[in-house]
């Protein structure tokens, strides 16, 4: 977990990581996520790696898009998600199902 205020600082950080090998959170990233995408990309991370991208998490205004490290520069929420919270997950854990009932994957409208 890191924070995407400081991409400088982001990419110390995750200079010291091997691309691929676990999932980044970034809290307070949104605004620079083409920013962290390009950083990603550019330490060598694969263009496919999922991503996902999700705005005030377990409310009635949740959003939440999901795609690939390529794709998360030109995500764009909806206005109406503007003044959401939002976090940003890179890696395997983005690709995952959204919802586990009883060990079952349910069926989960995701909006992009």
Do not use: K, Y
Not at 29 to 45: C, E, F, P, Q, Y
Not at 89 to 94: D, H, S
Request: aromatic share 4%; with cysteine.
């Amino acid at each position: 977990m890191v924070s995407g205020t400081d991409p400088a600082d982001f990419r110390g950080i995750t200079a010291t990581v091997t691309p691929g090998s676990c999932t980044v959170v970034v809290l307070m990233g949104l605004r620079v996520r083409d920013v962290i995408a390009d950083i990603l990309l550019d330490s060598g991370w694969p263009a496919s790696t999922p991503a996902a991208m999700v705005l005030g998490a377990s409310t009635g205004d949740e959003f939440t898009w999901r795609g690939t490290l390529a794709g998360l520069a030109d995500a764009e929420p909806p206005v109406s998600a503007d003044a959401l919270p939002g976090t940003l997950v890179i890696g395997a854990v983005a690709g995952l199902p959204l919802r586990l009932c009883n060990g079952v994957q349910s069926q989960t409208e995701v909006l992009s």
